[in-house]
């Protein structure tokens, strides 16, 4: 007899549900997210049948209960949500959202519908350990980002002149001179050879001169706190200066061990082959892509998970075409940066590029077209698992030969 099974993810619970050939049900139950519940539920589908021969059909295609469900033996099949939503008109006149619901209609469209659909095949070591990092990075750079931002409306507000010294305020010398010189007052007898010794014991590049930068710290205004309100924000800048030295230090460390691992990955060395891609960028993308071609049958399919791909719909005499939300964001902020940045160093891409913006497209627009065009070449290199050749890109050559 064969089996299919449901599964709705929760935050905190997991609705499974288990249909026959007939799609009849033949069990369903809740566990909870946790190790002995993930456990439980191994556990009592083992009871209809082995792992290999019982297909789950989920909604996404990534987390702890997926993990926990390939490695256990079961072929998991994402379904998309839009999918989901679609087909419950299918099955109830009122189209409500319920979780046992839900785990009911997942395992009846894989019951019906299955050979649409891909299944999942373990990700290897390497990749979830690249995966890992990447992600782990990305979100230490957001966190960067937000305590920067946090430290310059402060300094703005009692220091203006320690953010318009430097460029970058979360940069380490700049992090370094708030330490150094926390308010106005202990910058008061900062002189051009006080500033230089300052520049020189912190290694700064040189691109400016100490004279140059006193001159940004002079004329910057003036904050109108008083003293005792700057000493007490004193205290808060030099905390938020701790935090954002170690997370920069963190995102150092890590963008050094993910540009080893990507170069040591067949897939990482195709993606890092593509213009201006370089390490931690094709990092991104490979991280998303995985090691699995048949993940992605089609470049359609790349496109549309990576959001480059605009949505058409018709009915009757009407027809749309809409930005693509459904996505794996990640992908998409990966694969837009490295298309943005081929544009430096493609005179293809470049062509492409330009023509959008003369169609009337925005910047995001240009580089989602850009993207969509690169997808296609990049889906085959990483299908057939060879290195960009620019001889090989027929448009590219074709417009080289043209100019």
């Given at each position: 007899?064969?089996?299919?099974?449901?599964?709705?993810?929760?935050?905190?619970?997991?609705?499974?549900?288990?249909?026959?050939?007939?799609?009849?049900?033949?069990?369903?139950?809740?566990?909870?997210?946790?190790?002995?519940?993930?456990?439980?539920?191994?556990?009592?589908?083992?009871?209809?049948?082995?792992?290999?021969?019982?297909?789950?059909?989920?909604?996404?295609?990534?987390?702890?209960?997926?993990?926990?469900?390939?490695?256990?033996?079961?072929?998991?099949?994402?379904?998309?949500?839009?999918?989901v939503k679609a087909s419950?008109?299918?099955?109830?006149?009122?189209?409500?959202?319920?979780?046992?619901?839900?785990?009911?209609?997942?395992?009846?469209?894989?019951?019906?519908?299955?050979?649409?659909?891909?299944?999942?095949?373990?990700?290897?070591?390497?990749?979830?350990?690249?995966?890992?990092?990447?992600?782990?990075?990305?979100?230490?750079?957001?966190?960067?980002?937000?305590?920067?931002?946090?430290?310059?409306?402060?300094?703005?507000?009692?220091?203006?002149?320690?953010?318009?010294?430097?460029?970058?305020?979360?940069?380490?010398?700049?992090?370094?001179?708030?330490?150094?010189?926390?308010?106005?007052?202990?910058?008061?007898?900062?002189?051009?050879?006080?500033?230089?010794?300052?520049?020189?014991?912190?290694?700064?590049?040189?691109?400016?001169?100490?004279?140059?930068?006193?001159?940004?710290?002079?004329?910057?205004?003036?904050?109108?706190?008083?003293?005792?309100?700057?000493?007490?924000?004193?205290?808060?800048?030099?905390?938020?200066?701790?935090?954002?030295?170690?997370?920069?230090?963190?995102?150092?460390?890590?963008?050094?061990?993910?540009?080893?691992?990507?170069?040591?990955?067949?897939?990482?060395?195709?993606?890092?082959?593509?213009?201006?891609?370089?390490?931690?960028?094709?990092?991104?993308?490979?991280?998303?892509?995985?090691?699995?071609?048949?993940?992605f049958p089609t470049e359609?399919?790349?496109?549309?998970?990576?959001?480059?791909?605009?949505?058409?719909?018709?009915?009757?005499?009407?027809?749309?075409?809409?930005?693509?939300?459904?996505?794996?964001?990640?992908?998409?902020?990966?694969?837009?940066?490295?298309?943005?940045?081929?544009?430096?160093?493609?005179?293809?891409?470049?062509?492409?590029?330009?023509?959008?913006?003369?169609?009337?497209?925005?910047?995001?627009?240009?580089?989602?077209?850009?993207?969509?065009?690169?997808?296609?070449?990049?889906?085959?290199?990483?299908?057939?698992?060879?290195?960009?050749?620019?001889?090989?890109?027929?448009?590219?050559?074709?417009?080289?030969?043209?100019?």
């Amino acid at each position: 007899m064969t089996l299919t099974v449901g599964v709705d993810w929760g935050n905190e619970a997991h609705a499974i549900c288990v249909l026959d050939e007939r799609g009849e049900i033949i069990d369903r139950f809740e566990t909870k997210h946790t190790r002995e519940g993930l456990a439980r539920m191994l556990r009592r589908l083992a009871k209809r049948g082995e792992p290999g021969e019982l297909p789950v059909a989920v909604e996404r295609p990534s987390g702890l209960l997926i993990d926990t469900l390939v490695e256990a033996g079961h072929p998991v099949v994402p379904i998309h949500p839009n999918v989901v939503k679609a087909s419950r008109p299918r099955y109830a006149a009122v189209n409500r959202k319920s979780d046992p619901g839900d785990a009911y209609l997942l395992a009846d469209l894989l019951r019906t519908d299955g050979h649409r659909f891909h299944r999942l095949r373990p990700l290897s070591d390497e990749i979830k350990a690249l995966r890992a990092l990447v992600r782990g990075r990305d979100d230490l750079v957001a966190e960067r980002v937000a305590l920067a931002n946090q430290l310059r409306a402060l300094l703005e507000s009692y220091w203006p002149g320690a953010v318009a010294i430097f460029a970058d305020i979360d940069s380490p010398i700049a992090l370094a001179f708030v330490k150094r010189y926390p308010t106005p007052n202990s910058a008061a007898r900062l002189g051009e050879k006080r500033l230089a010794s300052f520049m020189a014991r912190h290694a700064y590049c040189g691109r400016r001169s100490p004279k140059e930068l006193l001159d940004r710290l002079r004329s910057a205004p003036t904050g109108l706190a008083s003293d005792t309100e700057a000493e007490a924000k004193r205290h808060v800048a030099l905390a938020l200066v701790a935090a954002l030295e170690t997370v920069v230090a963190s995102i150092r460390t890590l963008s050094s061990e993910i540009e080893h691992a990507v170069a040591q990955l067949p897939a990482g060395k195709v993606v890092m082959s593509f213009p201006r891609a370089g390490r931690i960028n094709a990092a991104q993308i490979v991280a998303e892509l995985g090691d699995d071609p048949g993940r992605f049958p089609t470049e359609a399919s790349l496109a549309a998970q990576a959001g480059v791909a605009p949505v058409t719909y018709a009915s009757g005499k009407r027809r749309g075409v809409g930005f693509r939300w459904a996505a794996n964001k990640r992908l998409r902020a990966a694969i837009t940066a490295w298309a943005a940045n081929s544009r430096f160093s493609s005179p293809w891409a470049k062509d492409i590029y330009a023509r959008a913006r003369k169609r009337g497209c925005d910047h995001p627009h240009a580089v989602r077209i850009l993207a969509r065009a690169w997808i296609r070449v990049l889906w085959r290199c990483w299908k057939d698992g060879v290195a960009y050749d620019p001889r090989r890109h027929g448009a590219a050559s074709r417009l080289a030969q043209a100019v």
